[in-house]
């Protein structure tokens, strides 16, 4: 059964939910572009199928994938792939992004077919029952074997919100 992983920035967006101040700050009056900063350490034991929670942003966003990246503390032991987004479109953000031997990777880098919200900006809609979105990065079929552990993977997910959207 795959497992699900959760980073610091979204535990501590956890219940309870309806306190906004839980929320990512957004610049709503301008619709200026505003960023996400989440970090996930390896266990090594992730697999295909298993799904790291990044964030939650709020429904209404539009992700700007060729803004968005993730960089890593090394090599991850083996070749890792992600697909990014939310429950609205799991490789909306990102899909099938390759990330080996370290560095930093932008969301729009992926192969053919290219993340649905790179051609096409969408704004997120809220999971069932919220008023937010979680975004994922779900490790696909064949995404990942014999990874390092220890090793970060630093995400910047980046969105606007609000007018000029």
């Not at 990044?54 to 966003?61: E, H, S, Y």
Request: overall charge negative; hydrophobic content about 40%.
């Amino acid at each position: 059964m795959p497992n699900t992983y959760n980073t610091t920035l979204y535990t501590s967006q956890q219940t309870p939910r309806a306190a906004g101040a839980r929320a990512l700050a957004a610049n709503t009056a301008t619709g200026t572009l505003s960023t996400a900063h989440c970090s996930y350490t390896l266990l090594g034991t992730e697999a295909a199928g298993d799904t790291i929670n990044l964030a939650i942003l709020p429904a209404g966003a539009t992700p700007v994938p060729g803004l968005s990246k993730v960089a890593l503390s090394g090599d991850p032991g083996a070749t890792l792939v992600l697909d990014i987004g939310t429950a609205q479109d799991l490789d909306g953000w990102a899909d099938g992004i390759v990330l080996s031997n370290g560095g930093t990777v932008f969301f729009d880098s992926g192969t053919s077919p290219v993340a649905a919200w790179v051609t096409t900006p969408t704004p997120l809609v809220p999971d069932t029952n919220s008023a937010n979105a979680v975004v994922t990065a779900t490790i696909p079929a064949s995404g990942a074997s014999s990874l390092t552990a220890s090793t970060v993977l630093y995400f910047t997910l980046a969105y606007k919100v609000g007018a000029g959207v």
